[in-house]
Nanobody, 125 residues
């Protein structure tokens, strides 16, 4: 089970840190990703991190502003979001995909088996 948290209301230019905590399994066996879905739009990829933490990939919209990281000792993956924009407003989901490959990243949502419930991020202008 994945539990996402850390969303909230923030002004444009502000920051938030999202957390995704795994229970019932060791996060170290999974590549992790963050996705988001804005009202009336399709879910889109935001960022992914490999099991080793050395493989990282961002969507163009996130690169340079967002940072994904993981702390396997706490079974948690983070998404630090800086310089937030109104267009970042969405429900943010974390996801996990079990893999034996320690360095692969996954940007395709239908590859992920496990999903959190989502945490809402609202950025006001």
């Amino acid at each position: 089970q994945l539990q996402a948290s850390g969303g909230g209301l923030v002004q444009a230019g502000g920051s938030l840190r999202l957390s995704c905590a795994a229970s019932g399994r060791s996060f170290s066996n999974y590549v992790a990703g963050w996705f988001r879905q804005a009202p009336g739009k399709e879910r889109q990829f935001v960022a992914t991190i490999s099991r080793s933490g050395k493989g990282i990939w961002y969507a163009d919209s996130a690169r340079g502003r967002f940072t994904i990281s993981r702390e396997d000792a706490k079974n948690t993956v983070y998404l630090q979001m800086n310089i937030l924009k109104p267009e970042d407003t969405a429900l943010y989901y974390c996801a996990a995909h079990e893999t034996s490959d320690r360095h692969s990243v996954v940007a395709v949502d239908n590859t992920y088996e496990y999903w959190g419930q989502g945490t809402l991020v609202t950025v006001s202008s």
